[in-house]
């Protein structure tokens, strides 16, 4: 994959950014953009609002370089959890201050909460399968997009059938971890992620 990152550049550009290297921010926006522009666009289904939710993710970056910690995971990972958490915090603004006088009633909350979980679920399934090993992701465009059975699949990839059903069954997996996986807790009134 084209924007792959090794755990020693996720490191060494934690402790650039943490010595408040410009250049190293310029790297991981340069890298990382498209991934929390595409990730902020899903949840908010506005273009100005992504640009202004990009543009908060990278500030929040720049200004916490040390609440990325490279022992819990890839730096790819804590941006996309970056993103999500300052996306669903602008939507819920959005949704609560167009409401009526009434949105403060459980349901319209309950609404809110519904359409930020759903946001945030299909971002989380984008972000799995852009992620994904392509072998898996070429399985799954095969039989979900052009409507390939295994059997096809594993023909047009040229892997066997029992290899082609493994590919499928793995991607799904990690596909179904998007649904299943709690959505993160309200920030407070910043909507700034810890």
């Known amino acids: 994959m084209a924007n792959e990152t090794t755990p020693r550049w996720d490191r ?11 250049a190293a921010l310029g790297e991981v926006y340069d890298r990382f953009a498209p991934l929390v522009h ?12 992504a640009d202004r939710a990009t543009r908060e993710v990278f500030a929040h970056i720049w200004e916490n370089p040390h609440s990325y910690d490279p022992k819990q995971g890839p730096m790819r990972s804590w941006i996309a959890g970056v993103t999500q958490e300052i996306a669903a915090a602008r ?6 201050e167009a409401g009526p006088p009434s949105a ?5 909350r309950e609404q809110i909460e519904e359409k930020v979980r759903a946001a945030s679920t299909a971002a989380r399934a984008d972000y799995i399968v852009t992620s994904m090993p392509s072998s898996l992701r070429a ?4 039989t979900y997009f052009q409507r390939r059975d295994y059997r096809q699949a594993a023909r047009q990839l040229g892997v066997t059938e029992d290899e082609a059903r493994r590919r499928l069954r793995l991607g799904l997996q990690l596909l179904s971890s998007a649904r299943s996986r ?9 909507g700034r992620p810890r």
Do not use: K, N
């Open 38 to 49: 595409g990730l902020a666009h899903r949840v908010l289904d506005d273009e100005r609002a």
């Open 104 to 108: 403060d009633s459980p349901e319209r």
């Open 12 to 22: 060494r550009t934690q402790q650039r950014l943490a010595r408040g290297e410009a």
């Open 182 to 190: 709690p959505m993160p807790a309200h920030q407070g009134e910043t």
């Open 139 to 142: 399985a799954l465009e095969l």
């Open 91 to 96: 939507l819920r603004r959005r949704h609560s």
